[in-house]
């Protein structure tokens, strides 16, 4: 058999050198990934935390929540779903480098009669057929390649939407806790206004104060126990949000009481531009993505290549025919017949002319490829934008901060001169209630400044991507700790 496969192959290579396609180039470099300057605009103290992002908070609820999301929530496990058909086709890919061996057998009884007689046969043969195509222009091998980086690509979707769900669920825990502070406000307030309108019934009882007063402090306890409802609706849709996240329903939610927004530490060092091709797993998504697309295009210029196929079937036949007494040969006697077989040979398959369906072929993996590159410049430019946003926004949301703190203390000063204005005699109602009223929106606008500081964090956090350190179980342990708990 080697006698002919020698020469096949120096005819195969002859004609391959012929053809007027390029070869195969797996290789080619990537777009060049954009140079830029520190994306902080300075030096930053690093925070990095020897797990994941969420440890630098200290807080034992948010660490158990995500813990619960990334096993529990739906959308993470469709993602791990994805990933493991792609490692299935991957492997089913791969299946094409490797010779198929197939075993077949057949049985048989024929019973025949004529002018000369009749006679009966049995038959039965195994054989073991073997095939293998050589992967002269390593079609095979770059489809296995384009494949593989398609599931490692896939990989890299599921850190991106497990960091992508942990920051929705501490976006959500965190406006649960800030509406829970922003109750605890309203309520104090509400007990505040009482007071005060209290001291003006008295004071309007005594001719010390009109009936607008009086109306005008009904007027500030009605409107905090209305923003009362509306927080505590909040809070009920935050929760049902959060349930939604963590794969339940709000029922089933329960939380810790008495948790408050986290001291935020130093801000994690943001690095150059460039960084964000190691740390984003989107970005390096993107990337696998480019790879598999120009091992698709070497596969589609292989397949205009001429194929070589080698085949081998070893086997074992027996045969058994019995005449009748009737035949001219004699009747009576069986004659069998058995024996190993062995049969091998070769095929070539040279394209000569598709329609042009080849090379169209090719021009639409080229395109494919081209889609992704510019794919790939759209991620990166939006990792960008997501840093560079996240910074600036956590810059300015911290100077809000400090200025709302400022306003607060003026506020409260300028509540108490009030007060003893009024209680002097010296002016009316109307300025008490009108430093009461800044006061107590100050304080609401200082509680929600404070949430959108961590929400800055938050995003930055996500933005930057970082290493993803979490013990991530792969499908089938969820599968297997489901039945365990079943069982």
């Known amino acids: 058999m080697k006698y002919f496969i020698v020469p096949l192959s120096f005819l195969v290579l002859a004609l391959g050198g012929c053809t007027k396609l390029r070869s195969p180039q797996p290789d080619r470099p990537l ?74 057998g057949n049985l048989g009884w024929t019973r025949s009669v004529g002018a000369f007689g009749s006679s009966t046969g049995q038959n039965a043969s195994v054989s073991l057929p073997v095939s293998y195509e050589l992967d002269v222009f390593a079609r095979a091998a770059r489809t296995h390649q384009a494949a593989s980086l398609e599931a490692e690509a896939t990989r890299e979707d599921v850190d991106a ?20 502070a922003r109750e605890l406000l309203l309520q104090q307030q509400s007990e505040l206004d009482a007071t005060y309108l209290e001291l003006v019934t008295l004071r309007f009882r005594e001719g010390l104060a009109s009936s607008v007063d009086v109306h005008q402090q009904r007027l500030q306890a009605a409107r905090s126990a209305s923003q009362m409802e509306l927080t505590e609706l909040q809070r009920e849709l935050f929760e049902q949000q959060l349930a939604l996240l963590l794969g339940r329903t709000r029922g089933e939610l329960s939380l ?57 079937t070893p086997g074992y036949s027996w045969n058994r025919n019995e005449f009748g007494e009737d035949s001219p040969i004699g009747g009576g006697e069986a004659r069998v017949s058995s024996g190993f077989t062995l049969s091998a040979g070769a095929s070539i398959d040279i394209p000569i002319f598709d329609g042009f369906a080849g090379r169209s072929a090719v021009r639409a993996q080229e395109s494919g490829q081209q889609l992704l590159i510019e794919a790939f410049h759209q991620v990166i430019l939006q990792a960008l934008f997501e840093v560079e946003s996240a910074i600036r926004q956590e810059h300015h949301q911290g100077r809000n901060l400090e200025l709302l703190r400022t306003q607060a203390t003026i506020a409260d000063e300028t509540l108490e001169s009030a007060q003893a204005r009024f209680r002097a005699g010296l002016s009316d109602y109307l300025p008490v209630l009108g430093a009461l009223q800044a006061r107590h929106a100050l304080r609401l606008q200082l ?38 708990d079943e069982s």
Not at 451 to 462: A, D, F, K, Y
């Open 31 to 104: 777009p060049p990934f954009p140079e830029f300057t520190e994306t902080s605009g300075g030096e930053r103290e690093a925070a990095e935390a020897a797990g994941p992002w969420w440890l630098v908070f200290g807080d034992p609820a948010l660490q158990a929540l995500i813990d619960q999301g990334l096993s529990q929530n739906l959308t993470v496990r469709q993602q791990w779903a994805r990933l493991e058909q792609s490692q299935a086709l991957a492997e089913q890919a791969r299946a094409g480098r490797f010779p198929q061996v197939r075993a077949t």
């Open 161 to 180: 939407m497990a960091l992508t769900m942990s920051a929705q669920i501490a976006e959500a825990w965190y406006d649960v806790v800030n509406t829970r």
């Open 256 to 312: 810790p009481e008495g948790a408050t927004l986290p001291e935020l530490g130093a801000a994690p060092r943001t690095g150059v531009s460039g960084d964000l091709i190691e740390r984003r797993p989107d970005v390096r998504a993107a990337q696998r993505r480019v790879e598999a697309s120009d091992r698709r295009i070497a596969a589609a210029v292989a397949a205009r290549m001429p194929s070589i196929r080698l085949n081998v």
């Open 447 to 484: 509680q929600d400044a404070e949430r959108q500081v961590v929400s800055s964090r938050i995003q930055l956090h996500r933005a930057l991507g970082g290493p993803w350190t979490a013990e991530r179980p792969e499908p089938s342990q969820l599968r297997e700790n489901e039945e365990g």
